[in-house]
């Protein structure tokens, strides 16, 4: 498995997660884990995912979830699992 | 591997809030095979290092893709051209060497091209000589080159007349060209920040040097823990300062992988640029310094210092490069700011670079002081780190302008404010010819 974090931010409404969900299931990237929290006073999204059997780079799936989040009015972050492996975990 | 969302936020705040990126990713290559007595040869090799650099660039555009984490500079260090111009001192060929390479880093997206350096702390070799009379030649036409002069070392002494030398280069220098030149004592071999990166002797033939650029997260930590004892402000940089490496020395190995090079320094360095929240003089004000410069600064940056070091050593094995807490006074707005305010002077730098790794860095003086004076202010820094065994150097900006007065470099280089030199006459001193000699701290290796 080939993790990726994807941080959503911004004000919680209908759709976010169907969005984002859709667009990851558009580029066979499962979702491992999905929370949800309160990042600087506002909703944060956080999806792990599986980015192994993507059919598009890292750097293209970010820039497409991107767009989805444009549309939705929300940021999207998207970081390789091993960022929070390294700097997380000794 | 599971992680909390605190985890992943911590993480994402670092790297979005606390301007948490790397620094640096500097490809250090040995480039002594363009050695020749004939300069079209010397050019036509150093040719071939073209398609590494291309190659070089696009690795970290790859890198950054991949974890989507900002990588502000890609540089080369090479060989110092110094022994490139042993077989064939011409000040010529250092000026096309220069706008060679300049020329390619610019086809190519490098930032910087570091190495037009030389070893001279007992002397000058020919080859040294010939690129200490071109330097200011060679910076002033050229935009992405950079090179320091080691002048001095704690084996070896310390090279007056070379000082005196380089300081005749920096006045003929653009403001800009003289914040790409260094003078240094004690110089690392792996250093990934302009302008000491050079590829050192004793290095493979390749391997990629990395820097971190953390003042923010170490800022903040320090903001939401508000510690009541030393030992808690230690535990909190130190842990800042281990997250912070890591993230190096993660870019580090990817970069190296996708190269197919080793992986060569991580250097601790916490290095401020001129955006409000990445600043070192931030971290001393959060530690209760209200004004940096005033009593206690030196306590403070100590302290920093021995923190991030030990948590940056518990983070990588790599350890390389200066590895200190930067006080480039352009690049960090607030220290930049105290100047201006008489809060920090000459005197206190000084007395800071006796527990960091940087010396009088990025400080603008007025060309009225003349050379006698800032060569006699240079010399205080080089024998501070030659005796204390320290690698310090000076990075002057010679400006126009008169005390208070501040120049903008523009981007990471920031806004220069003239520093006060005293009014002190210093030429019996200064005057004196030759080398000063070893110290006696050089008897402790034999």
């Given at each position: 498995?080939?993790?990726?974090?994807?941080?959503?931010?911004?004000?919680?409404?209908?759709?976010?997660?169907?969005?984002?969900?859709?667009?990851?299931?558009?580029?066979?990237?499962?979702?491992?884990?999905?929370?949800?929290?309160?990042?600087?006073?506002?909703?944060?999204?956080?999806?792990?995912?599986?980015?192994?059997?993507?059919?598009?780079?890292?750097?293209?799936?970010?820039?497409?979830?991107?767009?989805?989040?444009?549309?939705?009015g929300v940021e999207v972050l998207l970081y390789h699992g091993e960022v929070f492996k390294y700097m997380e975990r000794v | 591997m599971r992680y909390s969302p605190e985890e992943i936020l911590e993480v994402v705040n670092m790297l979005t809030r606390e301007d948490l990126d790397i620094r640096s990713v500097t490809l250090s290559i040995n480039t002594l095979f363009a050695s020749s007595h004939d300069g079209r040869v010397v050019?036509?090799?150093?040719?071939?290092?073209?398609?590494?650099?291309?190659?070089?660039?696009?690795?970290?555009?790859?890198?950054?893709?991949?974890?989507?984490?900002?990588?502000?500079?890609?540089?080369?260090?090479?060989?110092?051209?110094?022994?490139?111009?042993?077989?064939?001192?011409?000040?010529?060929?250092?000026?096309?060497?220069?706008?060679?390479?300049?020329?390619?880093?610019?086809?190519?997206?490098?930032?910087?091209?570091?190495?037009?350096?030389?070893?001279?702390?007992?002397?000058?070799?020919?080859?040294?000589?010939?690129?200490?009379?071109?330097?200011?030649?060679?910076?002033?036409?050229?935009?992405?080159?950079?090179?320091?002069?080691?002048?001095?070392?704690?084996?070896?002494?310390?090279?007056?007349?070379?000082?005196?030398?380089?300081?005749?280069?920096?006045?003929?220098?653009?403001?800009?060209?003289?914040?790409?030149?260094?003078?240094?004592?004690?110089?690392?071999?792996?250093?990934?920040?302009?302008?000491?990166?050079?590829?050192?002797?004793?290095?493979?033939?390749?391997?990629?040097?990395?820097?971190?650029?953390?003042?923010?997260?170490?800022?903040?930590?320090?903001?939401?823990?508000?510690?009541?004892?030393?030992?808690?402000?230690?535990?909190?940089?130190?842990?800042?300062?281990?997250?912070?490496?890591?993230?190096?020395?993660?870019?580090?190995?990817?970069?190296?992988?996708?190269?197919?090079?080793?992986?060569?320094?991580?250097?601790?360095?916490?290095?401020?640029?001129?955006?409000?929240?990445?600043?070192?003089?931030?971290?001393?004000?959060?530690?209760?310094?209200?004004?940096?410069?005033?009593?206690?600064?030196?306590?403070?940056?100590?302290?920093?210092?021995?923190?991030?070091?030990?948590?940056?050593?518990?983070?990588?094995?790599?350890?390389?490069?200066?590895?200190?807490?930067?006080?480039?006074?352009?690049?960090?707005?607030?220290?930049?700011?105290?100047?201006?305010?008489?809060?920090?002077?000459?005197?206190?730098?000084?007395?800071?670079?006796?527990?960091?790794?940087?010396?009088?860095?990025?400080?603008?003086?007025?060309?009225?002081?003349?050379?006698?004076?800032?060569?006699?202010?240079?010399?205080?820094?080089?024998?501070?780190?030659?005796?204390?065994?320290?690698?310090?150097?000076?990075?002057?900006?010679?400006?126009?302008?008169?005390?208070?007065?501040?120049?903008?470099?523009?981007?990471?280089?920031?806004?220069?404010?003239?520093?006060?030199?005293?009014?002190?006459?210093?030429?019996?001193?200064?005057?004196?010819?030759?080398?000063?000699?070893?110290?006696?701290?050089?008897?402790?290796?034999?």
């Amino acid at each position: 498995m080939e993790t990726a974090v994807i941080v959503v931010i911004g004000v919680d409404k209908p759709g976010i997660v169907a969005g984002i969900s859709s667009a990851l299931a558009k580029r066979n990237v499962n979702i491992v884990d999905i929370s949800q929290t309160v990042l600087r006073g506002i909703f944060a999204m956080i999806m792990v995912v599986d980015v192994e059997k993507s059919q598009v780079s890292i750097g293209e799936l970010r820039r497409e979830l991107q767009q989805v989040g444009k549309e939705l009015g929300v940021e999207v972050l998207l970081y390789h699992g091993e960022v929070f492996k390294y700097m997380e975990r000794v | 591997m599971r992680y909390s969302p605190e985890e992943i936020l911590e993480v994402v705040n670092m790297l979005t809030r606390e301007d948490l990126d790397i620094r640096s990713v500097t490809l250090s290559i040995n480039t002594l095979f363009a050695s020749s007595h004939d300069g079209r040869v010397v050019l036509d090799r150093l040719s071939t290092l073209e398609r590494i650099m291309s190659r070089f660039v696009e690795a970290v555009y790859l890198v950054q893709e991949k974890l989507g984490v900002r990588i502000v500079t890609k540089r080369i260090a090479i060989s110092p051209v110094q022994y490139l111009l042993e077989p064939n001192p011409r000040e010529e060929l250092v000026v096309e060497v220069g706008k060679l390479l300049d020329g390619m880093a610019k086809g190519t997206g490098v930032d910087y091209v570091g190495g037009f350096s030389a070893y001279a702390e007992r002397g000058t070799s020919r080859g040294a000589q010939v690129l200490l009379n071109s330097l200011a030649e060679v910076l002033n036409s050229t935009e992405r080159i950079s090179g320091a002069l080691n002048a001095g070392s704690t084996q070896s002494g310390l090279n007056v007349d070379a000082v005196k030398q380089f300081v005749s280069q920096l006045f003929q220098m653009s403001p800009k060209a003289s914040s790409r030149t260094a003078v240094i004592v004690n110089s690392p071999q792996d250093s990934p920040f302009i302008p000491s990166a050079h590829h050192g002797p004793g290095m493979p033939n390749a391997s990629v040097n990395i820097a971190v650029s953390g003042p923010g997260v170490i800022a903040e930590a320090i903001r939401r823990s508000k510690p009541f004892t030393f030992q808690e402000l230690y535990e909190v940089v130190k842990r800042a300062a281990f997250k912070v490496t890591r993230l190096g020395e993660l870019v580090g190995r990817a970069v190296s992988e996708e190269l197919g090079v080793n992986m060569g320094a991580v250097d601790l360095s916490l290095a401020p640029s001129p955006t409000v929240g990445d600043s070192v003089a931030e971290i001393l004000e959060t530690m209760g310094i209200s004004r940096v410069g005033g009593p206690g600064s030196v306590a403070a940056l100590a302290l920093l210092m021995d923190a991030v070091k030990k948590g940056g050593s518990m983070a990588t094995n790599l350890v390389g490069g200066l590895s200190s807490a930067f006080i480039p006074v352009s690049e960090d707005p607030i220290m930049a700011n105290r100047v201006r305010e008489g809060y920090l002077e000459l005197s206190d730098l000084l007395a800071m670079s006796a527990v960091c790794n940087s010396g009088i860095d990025m400080v603008g003086v007025s060309k009225r002081v003349g050379h006698e004076r800032i060569t006699a202010l240079i010399l205080d820094v080089l024998t501070m780190g030659i005796v204390l065994n320290k690698i310090l150097g000076v990075r002057l900006i010679p400006l126009e302008a008169g005390p208070g007065e501040e120049v903008d470099l523009g981007g990471l280089l920031g806004k220069v404010v003239v520093a006060d030199v005293k009014e002190v006459e210093v030429s019996q001193f200064v005057r004196m010819g030759g080398f000063l000699p070893t110290p006696i701290k050089r008897l402790e290796t034999g």
